[in-house]
């Protein structure tokens, strides 16, 4: 079994930076992907920024690439999320999430992960 435990949301203003955190423990993998999705309300969840912890292969999307930096210490198998330059339509709920099943590319959507963190706020006043 796998918990993860995101950290580090809060809110901030537009123009700001937060550095969010996700902690794995339980059955430890050497090689898995970990991933930040985040859902506004009444949206669905959406794929931020994933890594493949053995490689640093990273991946992004398209909305938030050039402002946001996902980084992983395999050692503490700890992923983190640093967002910069955050915007209101950054608000959401987000959630961290890793992947233990053997993929080919970076997995970029929610069907791919297997275990999920509980979420943490990050809201952006304009």
């Known amino acids: 079994q796998v918990q993860l435990v995101e950290s580090g949301g809060g809110l901030v203003q537009a123009g700001d930076s937060l550095r969010l955190s996700c902690v794995a423990s339980g059955r430890t993998f050497s090689s898995y992907a970990m991933g930040w999705f985040r859902q506004a309300p009444g949206k669905e969840r959406e794929f931020v920024a994933a890594?493949?912890?053995?490689?640093?292969?990273?991946s992004y999307a398209d909305s938030v690439r050039g402002r946001f930096s996902i980084s992983g210490n395999n050692a503490k198998s700890t992923v983190y999320l640093q967002m910069n330059s955050l915007q209101p339509e950054d608000t959401a709920v987000y959630y961290c999430?890793?992947?233990?099943?053997?993929?080919?590319?970076?997995?970029?959507?929610?069907?791919?992960?297997?275990?999920w963190g509980q979420g943490t706020q990050v809201t952006v006043s304009s």
């Open positions: 999430a890793r992947r233990i099943a053997p993929f080919t590319t970076v997995p970029t959507t929610v069907s791919e992960y297997q275990y």
């Open positions: 890594i493949r912890m053995s490689t640093g292969r990273t």
